[in-house]
């Protein structure tokens, strides 16, 4: 079992930038798979990106790829998420989760963060 903690949200405007921190805990926080997934009002949870637990493989949904940036500390335990060119359109709530490489579907996440508030402004 993990624990996440997420922080870095926040409000900013279209075109700025955002770095999110996930801070893992538990026997596996530094070796297993994590990704972050979104939620925006009114719509289902989304899979946005996603690492291996050496960091080697790196998975980006479409909406991301070019502009959001995944990457981990295993000595600190924590997983990050470079969000550049921010849109409006990537306003939601972000979630660090726990999850199997390549498994894209909420369903599969073994554990989640609290969430994090990212609101971009136009």
């Known amino acids: 079992q993990v624990q996440l903690v997420e922080s870095g949200g926040g409000l900013v405007q279209a075109g700025g930038s955002l770095r999110l921190s996930c801070a893992a805990s538990?026997?596996?926080?530094?070796?297993?798979?994590m990704g972050w997934f979104r939620q925006a009002p009114g719509k289902e949870r989304e899979f946005v990106a996603g690492?291996?637990?050496?960091?080697?493989?790196?998975d980006y949904a479409d909406s991301v790829k070019g502009r959001f940036t995944i990457s981990r500390d295993n000595a600190k335990n924590t997983v990050y998420l470079q969000m550049n060119s921010l849109k409006p359109e990537d306003t939601a709530v972000y979630y660090c989760?726990?999850?199997?490489?390549?498994?894209?579907?909420?369903?599969?996440?073994?554990?989640w963060g609290q969430g994090t508030q990212v609101t971009v402004s136009s």
């Open positions: 989760a726990a999850s199997p490489f390549g498994k894209r579907n909420p369903v599969d996440v073994h554990s």
């Open positions: 538990g026997r596996t926080a530094s070796s297993r798979a």
């Open positions: 690492i291996s637990g050496s960091g080697s493989r790196i």
